[in-house]
């Protein structure tokens, strides 16, 4: 599913105008896009949770020349599905 068609579908369940859906949609993107990068927990009851994970700096290895390289940390962002959702995509 594309934005576009999520777009759609808010425009036909809500009646809201199409830049009104892209709006909304968008609000709500950016909230979460802004809350993940402050470090908060954004959990969205029946559906998941979402937050940042911290990894740790580690030895890789080029698989191309086989030369070790040092891989910096860094903070990466997890999605962990509820209950619900889990039963439903299990079905």
């Known amino acids: 599913m594309t ?3 999520v777009v759609r579908l808010l425009m036909e369940k809500t009646g809201l105008s199409r830049n009104q859906s892209i709006e909304t949609l968008e609000f709500f993107l950016d909230s979460l896009k802004k809350a993940i990068r402050k470090g908060e927990k954004v959990c969205i009851v029946g559906f998941g949770t979402f937050y940042t994970k911290k990894k740790m700096a580690r030895m ?3 698989p191309r020349t086989g030369e070790k390289i040092n891989i910096p940390p860094k903070r990466v962002a997890v999605f962990k599905p ?3 959702f889990r039963e439903l995509v299990n079905q």
């Open 60 to 62: 890789g290895r080029n």
């Open 3 to 5: 934005k576009a068609e």
């Open 82 to 84: 509820g209950k619900a």
